[in-house]
C-alpha cells in the first residue's frame, strides 16, 4: 500500500508497464507522485537503491513528506490524539444538543405528568367508590 510507505517517509517505486508517459502517469495516479516509477527497462531501478542506501541524496523527500501530509494529515499531534479530540468534540456537541433538547421539551413534561396524576387520582376514586362484592 502506498499509504504505508508514506506514513513512514521512506521510499517506494511503482511500477508502470503501460505505454504511459511519466508525466501522464504522474498525473493519473496522485499517490506515485513521490514515487520512483519503474518502467519496463528497469532505467530508474538505480536511483531508487541510491536513494535508500543514501538519504541524503533522496531526490522525492521533500515530495513525500508533502503528499503525506496532504493524504494522512499531519504527523503532530499524531492521528490517535487528533480522533480522540474529534470524539470528545462530537460527545461535547451530542450532550449539548440534548440539553437543548430537554429543555425545549421540559415545558411540555409537567403537563403530562399532571395529567397522570389526575388520571390515576381518577382510578383511585372510582375503586374507592366501586362497591365490595
Known amino acids: 500500500m502506498v499509504t504505508d510507505y508514506l506514513a513512514s517517509e521512506k521510499p517506494y517505486a511503482v511500477a508502470n508497464t503501460s505505454d504511459m508517459p511519466e508525466e501522464l502517469f504522474r498525473d493519473a495516479f496522485p499517490t506515485v507522485r513521490a514515487a520512483t516509477i519503474l518502467t519496463p527497462d528497469a532505467e530508474n531501478v538505480p536511483a531508487l537503491l541510491e536513494s535508500v542506501r543514501n538519504p541524503g541524496k533522496d531526490a522525492l523527500a521533500a515530495a513525500r513528506a508533502g503528499l503525506k501530509r496532504h493524504l494522512l494529515g499531519p504527523s503532530d499531534p ?8 474529534a470524539v470528545l468534540g462530537l460527545c461535547e456537541r451530542a450532550d449539548e444538543h440534548r440539553v437543548r433538547m430537554s429543555n ?14 389526575e388520571a390515576e387520582e381518577a382510578l383511585t376514586d372510582r375503586l374507592e367508590a366501586a362497591p365490595e362484592a
Open 78 to 85: 499524531p492521528s490517535h490524539a487528533r480522533f480522540g479530540a
Open 104 to 117: 425545549r421539551l421540559l415545558p411540555a413534561i409537567p403537563a403530562q405528568r399532571a395529567a397522570l396524576e
